[in-house]
């Protein structure tokens, strides 16, 4: 999962010395929402695409506008997406620990090689459970799944403050209605959930059966 491993090079780095307009081309020909910038052979930066209709000329009048962010070769893959993020870009430059541009990496090869993991690719049940902060343990919440006889697939937390952490899990479909109740028991609250249980389904039949009683 190294970034190395993913990395495309079909992208160029532009000079200040280039025109705005060859900028404006390229991005319009690849659909990215950034330029990169390079400066005597090293990285300098990144451009957002909104800037390059403000401006005519070299790309060195938009030099203010230079956004530094990159990641290294050597990093691993999920460390990009907190960059996709907060840089609110598709496409991030890859550099060596020299800072020379090696390529880029785009959020589709990000999201292509994570939709190969089990947490993702599995079919099965997604829940998101709540647990005082002091009390938080994966291990313990990974024990109540695999207690029940079915498979932990992974997890992430998706909330977290000093009071409680929410975790995000996928698990198999086998005994759902015996993992709420355990969830239920160690004292953990069910947030969210993407399945029936035994129960729900239950007082759905009957439900359907009595609107059907009524209807006769």
């Given amino acids: 999962m190294f970034i190395k491993d993913y990395v495309s090079k079909d992208f160029p780095c532009f000079h200040l ?6 900028a404006r081309e390229m991005l319009d020909a690849f659909g990215y929402t950034h330029i990169f910038i390079k400066k005597s052979h090293h990285f300098y ?3 957002a695409k909104d800037f390059l209709y403000e401006e005519e000329g070299t790309l060195k009048n938009l030099e203010h506008q230079i956004e530094r962010f990159a990641i290294l070769e050597d990093n691993n893959i999920m460390d990009s997406i907190r960059l996709f993020y907060t840089f609110n870009t598709n496409v991030i430059p890859v550099i060596n620990k020299n800072e020379k541009y090696l390529g880029y990496i785009g959020c589709d090869d990000v999201f292509q090689n994570l939709s190969l ?5 599995e079919s099965g049940a997604t829940l998101t459970v709540e647990v005082p902060a002091r009390r938080y343990s994966m291990t313990e919440i990974a024990n109540i799944i695999e207690s029940n006889n079915s498979k932990f697939y992974g997890g992430f937390i998706s909330l ?3 009071e409680a952490i929410q975790v995000t899990i996928k698990i198999s479909n086998e005994n759902l209605a015996s993992i709420d109740a355990t969830f239920d028991r160690y004292d953990y609250r069910i947030v969210e959930k993407y399945y029936s249980d035994e129960k729900t389904d239950m007082f759905k039949d009957r439900f359907g059966f009595l609107q059907k009683f009524i209807e006769i």
């Avoid at 010395?17 to 060859?22: A, G, L, Q, V």
């Fill in 17 to 22: 010395t280039d025109s705005i307009e060859s």
């Fill in 45 to 47: 930066g990144a451009i």
């Fill in 117 to 121: 993991y089990p947490l993702f690719s």
């Fill in 160 to 162: 977290m403050s000093e």
